[in-house]
């Protein structure tokens, strides 16, 4: 199994505060993303990161910011939690060198409730 | 824009026979592959199967493989012999060279297998 893990594993919180997700990952890979997921929509990228500082928007970007100072770390910050930000929230990862063929790994999920 | 569809939200297989789930994407790209993912009722993503648009043979892993129709953008996966241990929801997913690194998720299908 690949090496993520991401915390917490289950928050809840009340509307309008901030909340940050943490991504950790021991394989050394340059590609890190977040997604989230929702019924019926599978899973939804929110946005991803190619290597230290460099971050790109994905499908759902709106309301979220990320940060990736070190290769191993990808938070994920909710500046202001709104009840729509309810979602289980999976952090990937990719070693890119194998080109588009390289899978994603997927880390166990953090469940967040906004209240 | 990429798009995959799985028409079928939740599907019944007696243990040991085979199952197919469908899934059918649609990109203007040439060079792209397709991934399916398993997820169980505890919530982790599972990488299965990888099937790339250049491929001539159809992928296969063990009890599964995928019956890639490139003319008809499908990209079905076959669990052949399915045990209880198969229950879960999958996703069918596409990543374009064309479209970055990211993954394009299907609404996933729910299989349940009858002892």
């Known amino acids: 199994d690949a090496g993520i893990t991401q915390s917490p594993r289950h928050k809840v919180t009340e509307t309008g505060t901030p909340v940050t997700l943490r991504c950790h990952q021991t394989?050394?890979?340059?590609?890190m993303y977040w997604y989230r997921q929702d019924p019926g929509h599978g899973l939804r990228l929110i946005h991803y990161?190619?290597?230290?500082?460099?971050?790109d928007k994905g499908e759902v970007s709106d309301g979220y910011s990320v940060s990736r100072s070190k290769t191993e770390d990808f938070l994920l910050t909710l500046e202001s939690a709104t009840s729509s930000q309810t979602s289980v929230y999976f952090c990937?990862?990719?070693?890119?060198?194998?080109?588009?063929?390289?899978?994603?790994?997927f880390g166990p999920g953090t469940r967040l409730t906004v209240l | 824009a990429q798009k995959i569809t799985q028409t079928q939200p939740g599907m019944f297989v007696q243990e040991k026979e085979a199952v197919t789930l469908d899934c059918t994407y649609d990109?203007?790209?040439?060079?792209?592959?397709l991934f399916w993912y398993k997820q169980p009722s505890s919530g982790e993503m599972i990488f299965l199967i990888y099937?790339?648009?250049?491929?001539?043979q159809n992928a296969t892993e063990g009890r599964y493989s995928l019956n890639f129709q490139k003319a008809r953008k499908s990209a079905n996966l076959v669990i052949s012999a399915s045990q209880l241990g198969d229950s879960a929801m999958y996703f069918c997913?596409?990543?374009?060279?064309?479209?970055?690194?990211?993954?394009?998720f299907g609404g996933g299908t729910r299989l349940m297998v009858k002892p």
């Open positions: 990937a990862i990719s070693d890119e060198t194998g080109g588009s063929r390289v899978p994603q790994y």
């Open positions: 394989e050394n890979h340059r590609y």
């Open positions: 990161s190619y290597g230290v500082k460099d971050t």
């Open positions: 990109t203007s790209d040439q060079s792209y592959g």
């Open positions: 099937q790339g648009s250049y491929d001539e």
């Open positions: 997913a596409m990543r374009s060279n064309n479209a970055g690194n990211m993954l394009t």
